[in-house]
């Protein structure tokens, strides 16, 4: 199974104090540094950087203290290398997780390095490779988010028509001064042709990219100093935003133009963010899940989960429907359905209830058993989610502390006010958070040390990769092994899933994950067969 991610592999994470003293480097890290065994740790991170880029450094770090990045040379055993460093804050210790990735090749690579140095020659902007270049350099070096920004004149055909093209180069000038001065002199900018613009924004929101793309389009609505008399613009933005909206360059940029045109022929707003037209949803299974839900189809399952000893611990809760009309659906295939149809909310809720009902009736025999329940990035968006957990624990008296909520990196990424409160007031109760899937939609660390989040769970594409083709296997085994120490380094527990294999297991036990979950010791399960599990494994009923 590929994913997009599995070739940006970091090459080493620190964790370092205040003043950079290293605290922590991962076991890969020290190899890629070539640290001799015997030796100990470099002792301040600040004695492997460059001389020359040691203010660079320092000036990223001062400018955005929460997270920084920059590119800079770090001394490697008897040499030098460049790497792109990203630096995340963990605000409640006052230390820093720095991700490195070796980007030594890609530098050597001279004809890409020097495509980054070429002009527009009209606007002084980068040239259009420039840009390919600036957005696959964002795609591999793992940046959570970010957006490409399709911006393109209304009206500018009239200039050239009536003043000619002397003053149309002047307008395209004087637009792309102003771009400029929104997005500021680091964000990568380019004419695409013609009138049309391409800009890149890291960000975390949607909302803050709709600011920008306010800002943008308040910019070019101010008149243009052309003769004989001043000329009024406007402008139409299309957005699309990584990941979600496209894996490479073209597909981004793709769905950017998209969006722009579906912008042009909207009468409210000139911006528009790239949507996919809803895929051929089978109206008739829609209609089957409204009847599902007043007949009781929905049931659960429940996947044991074991410590690295083989042991039981716990379990995740798994949806399942078997229609009278259609059999047994899959929940990959019916939960968008219900998200789409809005009932994702009331059907998450259930869920919620059900299993912890279970969970009572598991601690009768395993007062320790812990169950985790995943919760979709529609309920958190939904009114009252958090108080409605609270509810289903108080009815239902299981001890919260043994209720882990799976949560997804796009929960994360939306509206983060929100649900920081709203995690934050679960976790005052007891209630902890794993983050599912991890690895494949690109949660930022930022998010991940801010928030009160207990463990990770590593997707079943990055297990079951490990042993691909040799020449890939050592990579993707690289990866597992780099996510395991960074959720280490910061205190998170790591769950390994879709583990089908004892090559698998071994590995994973050899890097030091904590819990597996996976068809190699067992597939989900009804609750009876859990209680069947709980008694052979010694368990009796208090
Ligand atoms: P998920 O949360 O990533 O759940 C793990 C999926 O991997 C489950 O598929 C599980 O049966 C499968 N799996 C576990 N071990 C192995 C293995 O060794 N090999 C293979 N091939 N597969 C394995 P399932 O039950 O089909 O669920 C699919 C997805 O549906 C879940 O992915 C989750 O995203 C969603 N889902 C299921 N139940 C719920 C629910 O109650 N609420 C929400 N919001 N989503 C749910
Ligand atoms: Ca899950
Ligand atoms: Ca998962």
Known sequence: MSSPTLDRVLDAVFRVDR???????????????????????????????????????????????????CDVRLIKGVGECWVNLRAYRLTAVDQYVLCVIDISAWRRDESVYRLATEHDELTGLASRSAFKNAVEIQLRSGVPTFFVFLLDLDGFKNVNDALGHAEGDAVLIETAKRLRSVVGPESALTRLGGDEFVLLLNGASVEAAKEVAKT??????????????????????????????????????????????????????????????????????????????????????????????????????????????YGQVSPV???????????????????????CHQLKQFHALMPNFVMSVNVSPVQFGGDGFDQ???????????????????????????????????????????????IDDF??????????????????????????????????????????????????????????????TETEFDFLRQSGCNLIQGYLLSRPISAATVLQLMKQSGAVAT
């Open 388 to 434: 409605h957990v609270l509810d289903a624990i108080a009815e239902t008296g299981v001890d919260s502390t043994k209720v882990i909520l799976e949560i997804t990196e796009s929960t994360l990424m939306q509206s983060q006010e929100r649900t920081e409160l709203a995690l934050t007031k679960l976790c005052n109760h007891g209630i902890r958070f794993s």
């Open 19 to 69: 003043t950079f003293d290293v605290k922590f480097i991962s076991e890969p890290g020290k190899h890629w540094l070539e640290v001799a065994p015997d030796a100990g740790l470099p002792k301040n991170f600040v004695e492997l950087l460059h001389p020359a880029d040691l203010e660079q450094f320092k000036s990223a770090c001062k400018t955005t203290p929460d997270f920084f990045s």
């Open 216 to 325: 943008l389009l308040q910019a070019v609505a101010r008149p243009y100093d052309t003769h004989p008399h001043d000329t009024y613009l406007g402008a139409s933005i299309g957005i699309a935003r990584f990941p979600g909206h496209g894996a490479d360059y073209g597909s981004l940029l793709k769905n950017a133009d998209n969006a722009m045109h579906q912008a042009k022929r909207m009468a409210t707003s000139r911006v528009c963010i790239f949507s996919a037209a809803q895929d051929n949803t089978d109206f008739s299974i829609r209609a089957a899940v409204h009847k599902a839900i007043h007949e009781g189809e929905f049931y659960l399952e429940y996947q044991p989960q074991f410590d690295i000893n083989r042991q039981l611990v716990g379990a995740e809760a798994l949806m399942r429907w078997f229609s009278s009309d």
């Open 333 to 355: 295939k019916f939960i968008p359905i219900v998200e789409e149809a809005g009932l994702m909310p009331f059907l998450g809720q259930w869920a919620l209830r059900y299993a």
């Open 439 to 500: 690895g494949t939609g690109f949660s930022s660390l930022a998010y991940l040390t801010r928030l009160p989040v207990s463990s990770i769970k590593i997707d079943k594409a990055f297990v079951s990769a490990m042993e691909n083709l040799p020449s890939a296997s050592s990579t993707n085994r690289k990866l597992v092994t780099a996510m395991i120490s960074l959720a280490h380094s910061i205190d998170l527990s790591v769950v390994a899933e879709g583990v089908e």
